[in-house]
């Protein structure tokens, strides 16, 4: 587990506010995630998780605040700028484009550097096999995992050294979830930082090397995965249930 916290931060979030509409939704939040950690933000439908990583991967503007990757202020920055300096938001959901095929979906991802294309084909056939053996299809005729799965595969091929991962577990079977932390894994190790978001709290938890509870966007609690599951409030919160319960009775 990567529990480094001295040096320099990949990510740095200083006084982060945002609103929609003039209703603010982040409040004053601040934070920090280092190289090659698996960090977690769970919290209550509302919270304020999915606006978070909008603001980071620069697809929100922030009302005021700061947003930092390695020292550098990607605040005020386009969303191509910030996708080229390695921060890539991976949306909820099957948003492919359904009448390309898969190959051509995973090529759009890798529009900001062509050159490195092949390269970056061969992790996303590494770590999803399936994929790689339906490149010629449509993509709209995947199954719902799957395209799950070529979602997270077009962020990767964007190059991605952080990933702001929505939701990655929604709607997922048993066996396409152990694909997927399976493949958190492998990136971890090979240097990316991914940030995950979600409803799914004990799966979302359990690979958390870091890990926030946002309220009424404010992070109320900061701890490791495993500490944030057992605690008291976080059980109450999340689970409705009491610290003697175990939350996988109740929500997986
Ligand atoms: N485009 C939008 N326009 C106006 N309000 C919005 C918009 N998107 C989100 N909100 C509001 O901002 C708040 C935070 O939403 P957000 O999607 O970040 O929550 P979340 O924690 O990700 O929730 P969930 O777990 O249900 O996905 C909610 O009150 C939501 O209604």
Redesign the pocket.
């Known amino acids: 587990m990567k529990s480094e916290t001295s040096g320099e931060p990949l990510l740095a979030i200083e006084h982060l506010c945002t609103s929609?509409?003039h209703?603010c939704?982040i409040k004053d939040v601040s934070l920090r995630l280092w190289p090659q950690q698996v960090v977690a933000v769970v919290?209550?439908?509302?919270?304020?998780?999915?606006?978070?990583l909008k603001a980071v991967g620069g697809l929100l503007r922030p009302v005021s605040g700061k947003i930092y990757l390695v020292g550098e202020d990607l605040t005020q920055l386009p969303v191509w700028e910030v996708v080229r300096r390695g921060v890539v938001y991976v949306p909820?959901g099957t948003n492919v484009f359904p009448d390309m095929s898969v190959l051509e979906n995973l090529e759009i991802g890798g529009y900001l550097n062509r050159t490195l294309i092949p390269e970056r084909l061969a992790l996303v056939y590494e770590l999803f096999p399936e994929l790689h053996l339906k490149l010629r299809i449509p993509a709209g005729s995947l199954s719902g995992g799957q395209q799950r799965m070529l979602v997270l595969a077009r962020g990767l091929m964007a190059g991605a050294r952080l990933l702001l991962l929505?939701?990655p577990f929604l709607g997922l079977s048993p066996k396409y979830v152990k694909i997927f932390c399976d493949a958190f894994r492998v990136l971890r190790r090979q240097g990316m930082t991914l940030f995950i978001?979600?409803?799914h709290v004990r799966r979302i938890l359990n690979v958390a090397d870091l890990a926030f509870l946002?309220e009424e966007?404010e992070i109320t609690l900061t701890g490791s995965g495993a500490e944030l599951l057992q605690n008291h409030h976080l059980r109450r919160t999340l689970f409705g249930i009491e610290a003697t319960c175990d939350p996988a009775d109740v929500l997986t």
């Open positions: 929609y509409n209703t939704i919290g209550p439908n509302g919270a304020g998780k999915t606006t978070i909820e929505d939701d978001s979600g409803q946002i966007g």
